[in-house]
């Protein structure tokens, strides 16, 4: 009676061994196979992408950066969403493409401005806070002036600054941005100081040429690109464009040298990512913006508008935006803006 009693005992010990052992490896499949289905990586881009621009709608850099979002989704197969974020003299773009999530959803405009910025002391922001994917444009400053304006040469314009100094006010950017540099450089060359044309600070090229027409200001400096339009309307006229040889484009607009004031400067727009950019992403958005900066319909849209292209890759970007910070660094401390 014993051993049969040992017998049953030995039976169901030997089932329920096989019954754990049979739980136990289904868990294991289970967990495996859950593991393998969170671990089978998304396809990028697989949803839409945000583009911020740290300037207002209507000027080159909103231009160009529409542009190139709407190139963009040829490319990644995603429709990419442009945003102006404005405000701060161009800080708040630029800091809120900084902060956004590394993974390819947030891209954005990083302009001249990034290398200013913070020997202004407005930010601690500089170009390192990003990881460079293209320059696009690089647009000389040109000085425009209301169409029924008295001066119709640059000469002019000068010998009305000499003779009441500090009664014309100009206009384009933020305090210390692109074109309030090319101000000071250009009166500078022409023996005039920063405070004969005092500045009037503004979000961006087009509200700055706004108030040119409606009689706010007297000069804007900004590209011929965003003055275009305007150009062709008849509401504006430009005197000069600064840069070292005439403009294709603009074969009309003499240049500041050729009137004997040695100045040339320009606006560049590139496209970056916050810093961080795993390089699986980045590798799909190097092509996929260098495809897009060769796009025929990219290149006729933005040359037909006036800008200026140069195309720069992420290495080569990231040693141009060093190189503008520290020139950047000493021309805006000759001119009294850093902090």
């Known amino acids: 009676m014993l051993s049969i009693e040992k017998s049953y005992i030995a039976q169901m010990i030997t089932r329920m061994n096989f019954q754990y052992t049979l739980i136990l490896c289904l ?13 089978k990586k998304v396809s990028y881009p697989s949803k839409p992408i945000t583009y911020l621009v740290p300037w ?21 197969g995603q429709t990419v969403n ?5 405000g701060g003299g161009g800080v708040v773009g630029h800091l809120a493409l900084s902060q956004a999530r590394p993974d390819g959803y947030t891209l954005g405009a990083v302009t001249v401005e990034i290398t200013q910025l913070h020997h202004m002391g407005l930010t601690d922001l500089n170009y390192e806070n990003y990881t460079p994917l293209a320059l696009i444009i690089n647009n000389p400053a040109a000085i425009t002036v209301n169409i029924d304006a008295p001066w119709n040469t640059i000469d002019e314009l000068v010998e009305a600054i000499k003779s009441d100094p500090g009664n014309l006010q100009a ?6 941005g692109i074109w309030d540099i090319a101000r000071v450089g250009f009166l500078d ?13 503004s979000q961006g090229a087009a509200p700055a040429l706004q108030e040119l027409i409606a009689g706010g200001v007297d000069i804007v400096t900004a590209s011929l690109s965003e003055v275009d339009a305007l150009r062709k309307a008849g509401q504006v006229k430009t005197l000069a464009v600064m840069a070292d040889e005439r ?17 040339s400067i320009g606006g560049w ?54 190189a503008e910070d520290a020139s950047k660094g000493v021309l805006m401390k000759e001119a009294g803006l850093t902090n």
Do not use: H
């Open 82 to 86: 442009v945003v102006n974020r404005t």
């Open 269 to 322: 727009v590139s496209v970056c990512a916050p810093a961080g950019l795993p390089d699986d992403v980045r590798m799909k958005l190097d092509s996929a913006v260098y495809e897009a900066s060769m796009d025929e319909d990219f290149i006729q849209n933005l040359t037909q508008a006036g800008s200026s292209l140069q195309y720069l890759g992420g290495a080569e970007l990231s040693e141009f935006m060093k």
């Open 56 to 76: 207002a709608a209507g000027g080159m850099t909103d231009m160009s950066s529409r542009m190139m979002a709407v190139t963009l989704q040829k490319y990644l």
């Open 189 to 201: 060359a022409a023996g005039l100081s920063s405070s004969d044309v005092p500045w009037v600070p």
């Open 27 to 39: 868990s294991v499949m289970l967990v495996t196979s859950c593991g393998g289905i969170q671990q």
């Open 171 to 176: 206009s384009g950017t933020a305090r210390g």
């Open 247 to 263: 403009l294709s484009r603009f074969p009309d607009v003499p240049t500041l040298k050729e009137q004997g004031i040695d100045w």
